[in-house]
């Protein structure tokens, strides 16, 4: 697995802070099963302390291949992003055919812009379709507002387990690989301290992400919004006792 050590830094901003949507790095790929690859994409922060050395950030998506058809679980935090993205797809001799979102802020949802106006199916749940809204950004063309939701049979799976890092992040299940996309429900092994929390709830948080433990006792890999995809559930554990030492 990639390490990035600069996820450390999301204690020190929030994604609020002043960054710019453009290519500061290509996406980068990485196998976690047969059929599903981890996507990294990058942004530069500002860095008060040395101006001259902007902070790069990671986020973390999923590609999920079925077949010959290929769905996103979150897209890369930039869309400038998305070309390279699309066009990696394609080179594989896969369709696009759906995308999912765990929540609204642009660490997730920084390519759906593109997917809209590309035509594509997105999808969001009544909640994150709300808050995107609010912020005056584009929405999923599909909303769900069930916890559970399913986006392939038998082989994607959507959760809402409760606010935490936001009031509507979502986790997806992957059962067949038993891959769990925490998103930024999930602070990464590597990262000792909460993040960003303009968005959270403090007080809900450990028992969302207890709910998820519960649920997927048995995940194999679990993928952070940001940082080190980790083996087993231990992810999750790290998340509950971040929270619960605040």
Known sequence: MFKFSLVLFSTLIGF???ATDRLVKPLEFENITNNIFLVKSYR???NSKN???????????????DGKDAYLIDTPWNSSNMPQLTKWIENRGLTLKKTVFTHFHEDQTGGLEYLQDHHFETYASALTNKLLKGDKKTAANHDFSDDNFVLLENKIEVFYPGAGHSQDNSV????????L??????RANEVN??????DADIK???ESAQKVLTKYPEALFVVPGHGNVSKGTSI???TIDIVNSL
């Open 44 to 46: 530069e922060f500002k």
């Open 172 to 179: 997806v299940w992957l059962p067949k690989e038993k891959v």
């Open 181 to 186: 996309l925490g998103g930024c429900l999930m």
């Open 236 to 238: 999750i554990s790290h």
């Open 193 to 198: 301290t909460i993040g960003w929390t303009g």
């Open 51 to 65: 101006p001259d050395k902007p902070i790069l950030m990671d986020a973390n998506s999923l590609v999920y291949v």
């Open 16 to 18: 609020n802070a002043s």
């Open 204 to 206: 809900e948080w450990a």
